[in-house]
């Protein structure tokens, strides 16, 4: 009997007793290639040397320093290197443990701005339903993952929510993209007004949302239009770049690839590639200068706020995507593992789309492929694909309440970036592999 309170209470999973490069083996020496990255974390792979060397220099020298009483220089140095390749004003990087606290962090940076710039009615926070933005109290009612929320509902913030940006189940058939970007917009618009624009303090997205709905890209101009919203009612634009920045869709932040610059933006797991818990919000500069100004500080914070051993971590595993040149390798590789995904699955029947950016890619599965029809939810089909990868040695993310928070399924793949194409080939030939076997499963029941 295990002691560990695990996700599932069911029983306890498999036991990982080591690493190395691209798998995680268990405890009966059976190697899993880790095509997730755990959760999208594992940016540079497990055990990467460079990484370690780093680790184990900085716990010699300095392993803890309270951020109330000290700064270190591994904070001080991976806050020059975010701020110095970040595109737009981003003048300042506070640091958390997490995805979660990022976002949570973000949301009080908001609130304090406009209580520090005399607008104290500024309380409320926008964000779009499947959207994912944490399991804090403060993030999990901004977020609108419905089946994560409906536990603690009674004891959330209030958040409030419009559609989310999502071709593939959101665009009518009469419509344009024009046409339905257009029609976002306008809701987005009707919610600040309906709540007044007095009252928002931020809009909350993902660029590329993950874990919710699978790696979906907005429409093209779809947050260009948004910045010019949120700008017109004054209201701060926070993108959560937490699953899908640093380095993941194939440039550093990305915001990049949207010709915006928002005024918050979170980033985590692949910050530190999950050699330690790093995350870390930034901000720009008319922000900091209100708090400066103001009261003087920023009523927040935590035990482990800029760790110095995380902080190395992450400044190692940012210098290994830098002097590797992997950015350029989550472009091609992303798009070749992405093109051999689509061709694979193609003549799959419970496969109803495939997409993504860079390196991070979404299965979306259907039991109908021209109704768009989800399996019933308690089918879990995502769940059975997850466990027949397993049984072929492949990890993926897997996730249902795709299209509402309760019926639907999908998967991500989203490996290390310094994936080649023989690696790439052979997450395809297990992934396929694996989809029909849970497809055979279904229908042997059926």
Not at 2 to 25: D, K, Y
Not at 191 to 198: D, F, Q, S, V
Not at 339 to 345: E, P, T
């Amino acid at each position: 009997m295990t002691h560990v309170m695990h996700r599932s209470m069911s029983g306890t999973p498999p036991l990982a007793v080591s690493s190395s490069g691209n798998f995680i083996f268990d405890s009966t020496g059976n190697p899993i290639f880790d095509a997730c990255g755990g959760a999208a974390v594992s940016s540079v792979g497990h055990g990467h040397p460079k990484v370690l060397e780093a680790m184990h220099g900085q716990i010699d020298r300095l392993a803890y320093a309270h951020s109330s009483f000290f700064t270190s220089e591994p904070a001080e140095k991976l806050a020059d290197f975010l701020t110095s390749n970040c595109p737009g004003t981003m003048s300042h990087v506070y640091f958390t443990s997490g995805g979660s606290e990022s976002v949570e962090t973000a949301l009080k940076l908001a609130r304090q701005y406009f209580v520090e710039t005399g607008q104290p009615s500024r309380s409320k926070f926008i964000a779009r339903f499947q959207s994912y933005h944490g399991n804090t109290l403060g993030a999990l009612g901004v977020g609108g993952n419905m089946w994560r929320r409906k536990m603690y509902d009674p004891i959330l913030v209030e958040g409030h929510h419009v559609s989310p940006c999502y071709v593939y189940r959101g665009l009518r058939s009469f419509e344009t993209i024009e046409q339905y970007t257009d029609r976002l917009i306008s809701e987005a618009e009707a919610m600040i007004l309906a709540l007044g624009p007095e009252n928002v303090a931020g809009f909350v997205a993902e660029p590329v949302v993950g874990a919710t709905l699978g790696a979906v890209s907005a429409t093209p101009g779809y947050f260009a239009r948004l910045r010019e919203i949120c700008d017109r009612h004054g209201v701060l634009l926070i993108l959560d770049e937490v699953m899908c920045g640093m380095g993941r869709t194939g440039t550093l932040f990305a915001y990049e690839q949207e010709d915006i610059v928002p005024d918050i933006v979170t980033i985590a797991k692949g910050l530190g590639g999950g050699y330690a818990p790093i995350g870390a919000v930034m901000i720009r500069s008319k922000i900091a200068d209100a708090i400066r100004e103001g009261t003087g500080a920023f009523m927040h914070g935590h035990t482990y706020n800029g760790h110095p051993l995380a902080c190395a971590a992450a400044m190692a595993v940012q210098e290994v995507i830098r002097d590797e040149e992997l950015l350029a390798n989550v472009k091609s590789s992303g798009k070749y593992l992405q093109d051999q995904i689509a061709a694979r699955l193609a003549e799959i029947g419970c496969v109803g789309d495939v997409r993504g950016r860079g390196l991070f890619v979404g299965v979306e599965f259907v039991s109908d492929k021209h109704n768009k029809t989800p399996f019933a939810p308690e089918i879990k089909f995502h769940s059975l694909v997850r466990r027949a990868a397993l049984a072929r040695g492949l990890a993926i993310y897997n996730m249902g309440g795709t299209v509402d928070g309760r019926v639907g399924d999908h998967l991500l793949v989203a490996p290390a970036y310094s994936i080649g194409r023989a690696e790439a080939d052979m997450i395809v030939d297990r992934l396929g592999s694996a989809i029909e076997a849970a497809q055979q499963e279904v229908a042997a029941h059926a």
